[in-house]
């Protein structure tokens, strides 16, 4: 349009009369200008008209949906043609749905790109200075209660799984990177195949017998595509240009959430340590304050002294459930860790099978591998006991629940124990002095039986944690198995026969019909299940 206009400037500079005074043809010339000028507007009109339209095919989700509507209420159209129009439109926002997320990546792989030859050198640094810091240990706080620790723990556990989700990502990123750096140039071409058989489909002729609405619809539904396939074409250049760059980047990413969750894994470990320390302290203190009780109240009556029994075993209680629980949450902590070191071993092991392919030395890894992943049978016994051991922790919070429920009101539990207890309501002070104590003792049992309540709450979730983890574990490993045997099948186990082993074909035919070796395949496979 731009260069029409030019055209059209210097028609009307070739009209000036003092140019064409002196010509002799000088009525011929205007006459051939004037329809130039004539001819030249028209294209501009034209160009005008088509730039017009381009704007006015932009797709949108939402126009797309207000024509797929109004062919749905058309009642013009056949059945036949308005089921193909409503595919068509189907196809265009899924396509313009797709092209939109295309986009937003090419901006956010666009962003990356233009800072990242600033950012690269940056974060080289702060991955310098986080490793000599590496070495550091965990800091705790002085002086700090034991809520003041479990808020915490809470915070770094927060920053850790997002640290540890950031890697995944990171890593995730770089396999894609590793994989589509083999595949990138060829889909390039296969995208640049489809648009020109799309711009053919645009600029094929249009049946005459076909309704409008149909061709409209089939024109989105191509142009759609077309916006799709452009956006991949533009993705694709930009991530093969900057492919080193990229994986420079996401390396280094990587690296840095390593190196961060080296440094919470231990913080966070310290500070369940701690926490569980002042735990155990804290029940220890609880039940030697039960035993001085306990001692304080001998010769007072026997309904005293049943219930100093009861505040004494409810804290005995107490303490080795919180051991049980340090317990619990090492085992935790140990499955975690044999999970994520099996499944990096996998990912690691599925990669060199891809390399190096079904070889000898391939073989001897994936047996060597195989023997050190965990018996299935070991974890389907431990998980039995688990799952047992969490309904009979589960029955026992709730009887912690109902006796809780007893002692709601603490003051008329007293008085009716009191009243209880015979020679009593003769004296006044004896009367008062036993109410004092059995007060004392039921308050100290209220909250006995509110720390157990609480502790087996979280002692629960501890081992339905466990369970869980365990079961990622033997998926993960299960997983791993399948795998190896799958390699296994096509790399040999033996040297290939040589007339040598003739001689030893007594020796064989000995042992396959030995009852001993029999019963020990049976017992092999019995203990394989």
């Given amino acids: 349009a731009h260069q029409s206009e030019t055209m059209v400037i210097n028609m009307l500079s070739d009209l000036n009369p003092r140019r064409h005074q002196r010509s002799c043809s000088g009525g011929q010339d205007l006459l051939k200008q004037l329809l130039g000028l004539v001819f030249i507007s028209i294209l501009v009109i034209c160009q005008t008209s088509v730039d017009s339209a381009e704007q006015a095919t932009v797709l949108t989700v939402d126009k797309l949906e207000s024509q797929k509507k109004a062919a749905e209420a058309d009642p013009g159209l056949p059945e036949t043609v308005k089921a193909k129009i409503i595919e068509l439109y189907d196809q265009a926002l899924i396509f313009t749905q797709q ?5 937003t990546q090419y901006a956010e792989l666009t962003d990356k790109v233009e800072f990242g030859p600033k950012r690269l050198p940056e974060l080289q640094q702060k991955l310098t200075q986080q490793l000599s810091t590496q070495e550091q240990a965990p800091s705790l706080p002085t002086g700090a209660s034991l809520e003041q620790i479990e808020q915490l723990i809470l915070a770094e556990e927060a920053n850790l799984n997002e640290v540890v989700e950031i890697h995944k990502e990171k890593q995730a990123v770089l396999s894609r990177l590793a994989d589509t750096s083999k595949t990138l140039r060829d889909d390039l071409a296969d995208r640049y195949k489809r648009l020109e058989r799309i711009n053919a489909d645009l600029e094929s002729p249009i049946p ?3 309704p409008f609405t149909l061709t409209q619809a089939r024109k989105l539904a191509l142009q759609a595509r077309k916006s799709l396939r452009e956006v991949e074409v533009r993705l694709f250049k930009l991530q093969l240009e900057n492919e080193s760059l990229l994986t420079s980047l996401t390396t280094v990413e990587r ?7 080296t440094q919470l894994q231990p913080q966070v470990v310290a500070l369940r340590a701690a926490a569980q320390r002042l735990r155990e302290t804290k029940a220890s203190k609880v039940l030697e ?30 303490e080795k459930l919180i051991r049980k ?8 902590r140990s499955a975690q860790l044999e999970h994520e070191s099996i499944r990096a ?5 599925r990669r060199r099978v891809e390399v190096a392919g079904p070889t000898d030395a391939i073989g ?8 050190a992943l965990p018996s299935v049978k070991a974890y389907r016994r431990t998980a039995s006991k688990r799952r047992a051991e969490i309904s009979q922790v589960t029955d026992r919070q709730i009887d912690i629940d109902e006796l809780r429920l007893e002692l709601s009101d603490t003051n008329q539990a007293a008085v009716q124990l009191v009243a209880a207890i015979p020679g009593v309501t003769v004296d006044e ?27 087996y709450g979280r002692y629960i979730s501890e081992l339905t944690s466990l369970d869980s983890a365990e079961q990622q574990l033997f998926d993960v490993s299960r997983e791993f198995v399948a795998f190896i045997n799958e390699q296994l099948l096509w790399i040999r186990s033996t040297p290939p026969l040589s007339p040598h082993d003739a001689i030893d074909i007594t020796s064989a035919v000995t042992w396959l019909i030995s009852p001993l070796n029999w019963i020990k395949v049976a017992a092999d496979f019995l203990a394989a299940l």
């Fill in 99 to 103: 092209s939109g997320q295309l986009e």
């Fill in 429 to 455: 002070d004896a009367k008062k002095r036993m109410f004092d104590e059995t007060l004392a003792l039921l308050l100290a049992k209220q909250r006995t039986l509110n720390e157990l309540y609480k502790i």
């Fill in 255 to 261: 690296d840095l959430a390593a190196v961060s969750i």
């Fill in 208 to 210: 005459p017998e076909e």
């Fill in 289 to 318: 304050e039960a035993e001085q009780v306990r001692a304080q109240v001998t010769g007072l009556p026997a309904t005293i002294q049943a219930l100093a029994d009861e505040y004494v075993s409810f804290s005995e209680e107490l």
């Fill in 364 to 371: 001897r890894m994936l047996r060597k591998r195989l023997d």
């Fill in 345 to 349: 071993n996998y990912e690691s092991t």
């Fill in 325 to 332: 629980e340090a317990r619990i949450l090492e085992q935790l």
